[in-house]
């Protein structure tokens, strides 16, 4: 890791503007901030009055809360993105080929690249998928990878998201936002569209249709319900694909299909892009408490009757553990070295890593395995004596429940303040379509910014904003 | 192309609420417009607003009293009185948000914002200087959902069960007015001209917006008859029991013309409408009116029922 200064994406190293920043920079010379600062609130108004909000859990639903968004779009080149992409697709295509692999012969245990532990006593491994072939060969339809930069061309995976990515909603409404509040700042970038994903996502869906279907596939999102903190996301998706939304308590299994309760009697499903957790998919086959689930679609999915996507059983693909295994399982699957760099990560269930891990917790992330939200980890530089010895106990009780990691130096992109541009620390997640008909990123993705000033942690959960992303056309 | 049974509850719903809140506004409005033209006495007519509202058994049970100030903040703001104002907005945009892909953008947008603006402007107690800012606020913003509704809507089964549930709704509210207020348009309650009665059905008149309506069609001269013919059996008038009903008999039929299907709820709004279609109001009176509203109460309600059974709302 470079201990030099902190990339920023805009001025690079040496507050030289960077190409990609061009248009941005000669536009930004001539605006009034007051303006800019009407154009936030503005901002603000519109992802209000558009419902663009998430629930906090535990509260009331009064409750809802906008996450804040920046107007200052970070600029990526169409070369960088190219580069990114190759990488992208060839961790997406050894993700599937290792679900595959995993549910059913397992050569990679067998090959000695990753131990029979990490799976079998694996939480995210689900027995039930053993030997099943979901339709298309497709276990991850939907893919958020998580990376960080610290260079020009230094990109990292922080994290793959293979079981329900989020945060594609507000990819597209930051981008309606922008393209409202400053049409003339398109007018001198050519910026790579993304209003093309929810008819890709839906294409992508009916390709990955069941052999048992006939005709159009019927394609629905199973959310929750209104009071789980995505449900903004579900009902857009839904409503932009012009599919239905449905709940559990819609379907039912229905002559060995699923279907959905509607004005004229039940209708079976071909594809189910569900947003509910495994655990509570089937109270037949997983908890028997879910009420959010559907009895014995697993038999039916079992049988051929209906895709699920992503497919039961993916979140051993993103378990954190598995993820310092990560560059093998590229290799492995696809032959080649992986294109995109893991961040170096000690899996404190090793002794020494443990004791290496130990005498640097104070420069180190400390993450749990299944943790997710930015809850429950440990930024060592930024955290007090106290907390660190706090951890440090939690850490001892169960090793084997953390991973850890050098703090890298994230680049920062300009947000706007009250005082004009400030550099902030940021993250990147690309969405990635997998389907029979192949593999599509669209051109950007969310990018979480970290509104305080110094701080790395970019989640929503914790205070983080988000801002539109672009993608030029070179 | 059949739509999600929980969507039609949802729909149905949302703006039976959405009716619900201008109701009871337009009852909040009565109240205060006839407390300001009879000095002194204005606290026994909340009484009987709330009554109309069907609100004042629930009122009671944690008021000691009737105050003009306890009953304004019940009907409009109390989170405990599910028809409150604030209440029914909320719940309309809750159903809203459940059916969200079932609605337009400008549909969606302007329920949000009718919700939030009520939720802004029924943040704290209204003061009855503020009274008439509040209440045009929220009939300007429900008034916007119902109009993007008009001009924005496919006009297929999406539209009928919003239709439907407003006019439930609403022949269900005309019905409980006339239920509370049927004594005075008794032939023995008629001494016409005397200030009370004028009162009293000035009352009835403004909780349905109908004193425009009313003259135009039956000049000033207000009798008894003449409101009772006008909120039952007139075919113009918005909402009068048999408009109400032949508009919920309309969208059943398209529904069962998408469907192809007959419902047993389109049979039994047929009859409801046949009935007004035979009934003249002189016959009303003699089968006794308090009956007769009571029936029809009783058929809005049974329709209802068979309404989500035929289109399962429910499992």
Redesign the interface.
């Known amino acids: 890791m470079s201990e030099d200064k902190i990339f920023d994406e805009m001025w690079g190293r040496d507050e030289t503007l960077r190409t990609p920043y061009t248009e941005f920079q000669g536009w930004f010379q001539d605006e009034d901030l007051k303006r800019l600062r009407a154009k936030q609130r503005e901002a603000e108004e519109v992802f209000?009055?558009?419902?663009i909000t998430f629930n906090v859990y535990g509260r009331a639903?009064?409750e809802e809360r906008l996450i804040p968004f920046d107007i200052i779009p970070r600029i990526i080149s169409g070369r960088e993105w190219q580069k990114l992409c190759k990488g992208i697709e060839q961790r997406v295509r050894a993700i599937n080929a290792f679900l595959y692999d995993i549910y059913n012969r397992q050569e990679i245990i067998k090959a000695g690249r990753l131990p029979q532990d990490m799976i079998a006593r694996n939480e995210a491994f689900l027995p039930q998928m053993i030997g099943m072939m979901p339709p298309g060969g497709i276990y991850t339809h939907i893919v958020g990878i998580d990376l960080v930069r610290t260079g020009p061309d230094q990109f990292y995976v922080l994290e793959d998201n293979a079981r329900t990515p989020s945060g594609v909603s507000y990819m597209l409404e930051n981008r309606e936002t922008m393209l409202q509040m400053f049409p003339e700042l398109f007018a001198r970038n050519r910026v790579q569209p993304v209003q093309n994903y929810p008819a890709d996502l839906r294409r992508s869906l009916a390709a990955c249709a069941p052999n048992r279907c006939e005709g159009v596939p019927t394609v629905a999102v199973l959310t929750p319900g209104?009071y789980n903190s995505a449900?903004f996301e579900h009902?857009f998706l839904?409503?932009q694909m012009g599919?239905?939304?449905?709940?559990g308590?819609?379907l039912r299994v229905v002559d060995g299909r699923v279907a959905?309760?509607?004005?004229?009697?039940y209708?079976p499903i071909d594809v189910l892009y569900r947003r509910v957790d495994d655990d509570f998919l089937d109270p037949l086959n997983f908890n028997p408490e879910s009420a959010l689930g559907i009895p014995g679609i697993m038999d039916v999915y079992r049988s051929g009757g209906i895709t699920i996507a992503n497919a039961p059983g993916t979140g051993i693909a993103d378990d954190k553990a598995i993820y310092s295994y990560m560059p093998d399982i590229v290799e492995f699957y696809t032959g080649e070295k992986a294109i995109l760099e893991n961040v170096p990560t000690w899996r404190c269930s090793d002794p020494d890593s443990l004791a290496y891990v130990l005498d640097h917790l104070s420069e180190l992330v400390v993450k749990e395995v299944h943790g997710s939200g930015g809850y429950g980890m440990l930024i060592g530089p930024t955290s007090s004596k106290k907390e660190i010895a706090e951890f440090r106990k939690k850490l001892m009780n169960k090793p084997g429940n953390y991973i850890a990691q050098p703090t890298l130096s994230l680049s920062t992109v300009p947000i706007f303040t009250k005082a004009g541009l400030a550099p902030r620390h940021v993250d990147l997640r690309p969405f990635v379509l997998c389907s029979p008909e192949g593999i599509n990123i669209t051109p950007g993705g969310l990018t979480r910014v970290a509104l305080k000033k110094g701080s790395l942690v970019v989640n929503s959960s914790q205070g983080g904003g988000t801002k539109d992303t672009w993608v030029l056309e070179d | 192309m059949a739509m999600l049974g929980k969507t039609a509850n949802g729909l149905y719903w949302m703006y039976r609420y959405l009716e619900r809140a201008e109701n009871t506004s337009r009852l909040v409005e009565t109240g205060q417009r006839i407390g300001l033209t009879r000095l002194g006495q204005d606290d026994d007519e909340w009484a009987s607003v709330m009554q109309s509202a069907s609100v004042l058994d629930a009122f009671r049970a944690g008021h000691d009293e009737v105050t003009k100030e306890a009953a304004i903040d019940w009907m409009l703001r109390a989170k405990d009185n599910p028809s409150s104002v604030l209440s029914t907005i909320s719940e309309a945009r809750q159903n809203a948000r459940m059916v969200r892909t079932a609605l337009t953008h400008e549909v969606w947008e302007a329920m949000n914002g009718c919700y939030m603006a009520a939720r802004d402007i029924l943040a704290r107690k209204v003061s009855e200087r503020d009274l008439p800012k509040v209440l045009g606020l929220i009939r300007q913003r429900t008034a916007l959902v119902r109009g993007a509704t008009h001009g924005t809507m496919l006009r297929n089964d999406i539209y009928d069960f919003a239709r439907i549930g407003t006019f439930l709704e609403r022949g269900d509210n005309t019905a409980r007015i006339l239920d509370v207020k049927y004594y005075v348009l008794l032939p023995s309650a008629l001494s016409v001209g005397s200030s009370l009665d004028n009162v009293h059905w000035e009352t009835i008149l403004r909780s349905v917006s109908a004193r425009g309506g009313f003259r135009m069609a039956y000049g000033s001269q207000v009798n008894a008859r003449d409101i009772a013919q006008f909120l039952i059996l007139d075919r113009r008038m918005p909402r009068s029991l048999n408009f109400c009903a032949s508009k919920i008999h309309d969208n059943l039929r398209y529904l069962v013309s998408d469907y192809g299907e007959e419902t047993p709820s389109f049979h039994m709004a047929q009859s409801l409408v046949d009935r007004f279609a035979h009934h003249d109001i002189d016959a009303v009176f003699e089968s006794g009116l308090h009956e007769y509203i009571q029936s029809v109460l009783i058929s809005f309600g049974q329709l209802g029922g068979q309404i989500e059974k035929d289109f399962r709302f429910y499992e």
């Open positions: 209000r009055l558009t419902g639903e009064a209104i449900y009902a839904a409503d599919v239905e939304l449905v709940e308590h819609d959905m309760r509607t004005t004229q009697g209708q």
